[in-house]
């Protein structure tokens, strides 16, 4: 093996900062964070999750999703429906769905840069090896 596994670790951890630095920075402009768009992603590829699901698809904890969401919805970007029992469900507003197309146009155009360096063989290659390593990781 020419590289060891702590160098491949490293590799990967400074890969995904240098991702989420540089889409925070490309974002700044419409005013919403990385961690806003992705609230608003996984909410509108799962628009049924609960606060703990959207909490954990985003890896974070239920009060700092709790949180996050006060702030989204303080901003017009969320709201509150009820669901099932005493759970509460969120909903993109207009105004959110219009950032999240936005700053998904933008998260693309810095994940492309970033990747450039790759052929298409070798991007799916990546993919290939990422979804040995982590099945169901579609997050």
């Known amino acids: 093996m020419s590289h060891s596994l702590a160098r491949i670790a490293l590799d990967i951890k400074r890969l995904q900062t240098r991702h989420h630095r540089g889409i ?26 609960s606060l703990h699901d959207l909490a954990t698809m985003t890896f974070q904890s239920d009060q700092a999703f709790g949180t996050l969401a006060q702030r989204m919805i303080d901003r017009g970007l969320l709201e509150r429906m009820p669901g099932p029992g ?30 450039a360096p790759l ?21």
């Open 86 to 115: 005493r759970a509460v469900r969120h909903r993109i507003t207009k105004k959110g769905e219009w950032l999240r197309v936005e700053a998904q146009h933008i998260v693309d155009g810095v994940l492309k840069q970033s990747l």
């Open 24 to 49: 925070d920075a490309a974002l700044k402009p419409l005013g919403i964070s990385l961690v806003q768009w992705d609230a608003l992603r996984h909410l509108h590829e799962n628009p049924d999750a």
């Open 119 to 139: 052929s298409a063989a070798e991007l799916d290659q990546l993919g290939g090896l990422l979804t040995k390593l982590v099945p169901g990781g579609d997050g």
